[in-house]
């Protein structure tokens, strides 16, 4: 179970992740597309509940026609491969976060074979349309788009808050 | 940016996370904890907006009074060390995702120095009693609370559904 790798390593892989949303037309081999479904499935859930479901988009037209739903999802229009989550629909507080967890997972696996990635939620409106489009019944969500693709250019740097306006120690102060 | 481990290594390290619940009393070094942190600091976030803030509980007495509260956070009792998520309460939707890929981040980055973790959620009641332990204004949600350590025991092995199960190709099939 112990990983192999250098600690340091691993978590400047993880730190190394950022939202690409251009991408090259190559495709991601069927090698590579399973990996990332295999560590989309590891993911953790509440009680092992696994609600997210994932909707794997190859056709071009099929990702034009979602990239046009409402929603900032229009990174899917560019991307080699789309995935769509789709959770049951009867906890929305633990399945929206049990979808975070498995977004990032997808992101990341992806990221480990120099896959960028994408998250984005579809509008109210986008969600119904979408379910039309996938055949999805009623009572499940589809909220959230992942495109994929290899990256068009080197992904930016990014920028984020320093640590100590995210962190408190003991006690929060406001 | 291009990582420099052979992907499969990485994504055999993202599969291989599990929850744990039972820790060693070793204290976590500070090198690590500020590792773990700047994991989680650079999580993605809806429009960078980085809504989660996090409470790091170190002291026993501490861990103790929140591992007494409603919710499934008793593991905090045997934790060397207590993370707290803190949401700022303004979209619910967003933040709980966001919050779950924070968390994902977290166990991850724990993970690669070989510390154990698990994530519980206070109840109502227990967010309200933990918000009035720990100082924190009438807003801000406090929901997720993860329990770190060096595992007591090696990790269970797990189980996961198959991934036909999981997994539909362009359309979805009930």
Redesign the interface.
Same mark, same amino acid.
């Given at each position: 179970?112990?990983? !192999? &790798?250098p600690?340091?390593?691993?978590? #400047?892989?993880?730190?190394?992740? *950022?939202?690409v949303r251009d991408f090259q037309r190559k495709p991601l081999s069927d090698d590579?597309v399973q #990996?990332?479904?295999?560590?989309?499935?590891?993911? %953790?859930s509440?009680s092992?509940r696994?609600f997210? !479901? +994932? +909707?794997?988009?190859?056709?071009r037209e099929?990702l034009q026609a979602l990239a046009g739903l409402g929603g900032y999802v229009g990174h899917l229009r560019g991307a080699a491969l789309g995935m769509l989550l789709?959770a049951p629909g009867e906890w929305?507080?633990g399945e929206?976060? #049990?979808? %975070? *967890?498995a &977004? !990032?997972?997808i992101?990341?696996?992806a990221? &480990?074979?120099?896959v960028g990635s994408s +998250?984005g939620?579809f509008s109210p409106e986008g969600r119904k349309e979408a379910k039309r489009l996938?055949?999805?019944?009623a009572k499940?969500v589809v909220r959230?788009a992942i495109s994929l693709g290899y990256p068009a250019s080197?992904?930016r740097r %990014?920028?984020?808050?320093p640590?100590t306006?995210?962190?408190?120690?003991?006690?929060?102060? &406001?």
């Open positions: 179970m112990a990983v !192999e &790798a600690p340091r390593q691993l978590t #400047d892989f993880l730190r190394s992740l *950022r939202a590579v #990996d990332i479904l295999e560590v989309a499935r590891w993911s %953790g509440a092992n696994q997210v !479901e +994932i +909707i794997v988009i190859r056709k099929t789709v929305p507080e929206t976060f #049990d979808e %975070g *967890r &977004a !990032e997972r992101m990341l696996g990221w &480990a074979h120099g +998250i939620w996938l055949g999805v019944p499940p959230t080197p992904p %990014g920028s984020r808050k640590i306006e995210l962190v408190h120690e003991e006690r929060y102060r &406001a």
